[in-house]
């Protein structure tokens, strides 16, 4: 039975050229399908590709294996407005080095078990799940309109089962008694 790898990627617009399995990881080089791409200056279709470059993008681990994204990214010259730019995907941010999904699973993570645990399972450094907390954690935040007019935090512990160590942070608007709980 052949695997179709594109189908497990699940990414749009991205075509598999290779994959490389080793033990613990899987190298998969791709590229894109699109013939042109959109300038963002002027929006103008670009199809003048200038140089070829490869990002190494860390995507969500398939099958026990870290997997890494190889993808040959093209640079454009708009004729329109004369700029460069680099081709961009829906699944990474321009200068990020792992998908979005990726990260959201990170947050997520985070979000569950201790961030230390975090770095050690996915082997990301301190400072990158920092950040890709921080990131996610703003936009969350942003989100929650309750809390965007309060002046006046209260903040407190409490444990759920006595001696258990199961304890909870509990954030309340001093003001109009809103409260939001999260575990630790």
């Known amino acids: 039975m052949e695997i179709n790898i594109e ?3 699940n990414l749009s617009k ?3 050229l290779d994959c490389s399995i080793r033990e613990s990881e899987a190298h998969i080089y791709c590229e894109s399908t699109n013939t042109e791409s959109l300038c963002p200056v002027c929006k103008n279709l670009t199809p003048q590709v200038m ?3 490869e990002r190494r993008i860390q995507n969500m681990a398939l099958l026990g294996r870290k997997v890494y994204l190889h993808l040959k990214n093209r640079q454009f010259h708009c004729k329109v ?3 460069y730019f680099n081709e961009s995907f829906d699944f990474v941010e321009s200068s990020k080095t792992m998908t979005t999904r990726y990260e959201q699973y990170i947050y997520f993570m985070a979000d569950d078990i201790c961030i230390s645990q975090v770095c050690v399972k996915e082997d990301i450094v301190w400072s990158t799940l920092k950040a890709i907390y921080q990131k996610y954690t703003d936009k969350h935040l942003d989100k929650r309109a309750v809390w965007q007019q309060v002046r006046y935090v209260g903040i407190d512990e409490i444990s759920i089962r006595k001696g258990k160590k199961d304890y909870v942070c509990c954030l309340v608007n001093l003001e109009r ?3 939001c709980t999260e575990s630790s």
């Open 177 to 179: 008694g809103d409260r």
């Open 14 to 16: 991205v075509k598999v």
């Open 81 to 83: 407005c004369n700029r």
């Open 7 to 9: 189908l497990l990627l």
């Open 51 to 53: 140089m070829y470059q």
